[in-house]
């Protein structure tokens, strides 16, 4: 059974962090590209950063330049998404997908997604 579990979400104040973490189970993440979103009430799911299959790319969408990192480790068959600085406007649940690639890019499309996790950003 493949599976994707996001965990480390919770209620943070601004300017605080959280280390969101992505596990998968039934399979390795080693050959697979890895991307993160986030879901807000009454908005639109967005792309906040992904990962190659490789870690060498890495891209962020503008909102969340400089203040998260996304990284990789293949020991705990684990994707991390450090987010610092964390904004009111942060607050959305966080999901994780993952698709089998062999690129050196950034997916564009995910076949396996997380339940998610809810941060919130509030004082």
């Known amino acids: 059974h493949l599976q994707l579990v996001e965990s480390g979400g919770g209620l943070v104040q601004p300017g605080g962090s959280l280390r969101l973490s992505c596990a998968a189970s039934?399979?390795?993440?080693?050959?697979?590209?890895i991307g993160w979103f986030r879901q807000a009430p009454g908005k639109e799911r967005e792309g906040v950063s992904c990962i190659s299959q490789g870690g060498s790319t890495t891209n962020y969408t503008d909102s969340v330049k400089g203040r998260f990192t996304i990284s990789r480790d293949n020991a705990k068959n684990t994707v991390n998404l450090q987010m610092n600085s964390l904004k009111p406007e942060d607050t959305a649940t966080y999901y994780c997908a993952a698709v089998f690639s062999f690129s050196y890019y950034c997916a564009r499309d995910y076949d396996y997604w997380g339940q998610g996790t809810q941060v919130t950003v509030s004082s």
């Open positions: 039934g399979f390795s993440l080693d050959n697979h590209a």
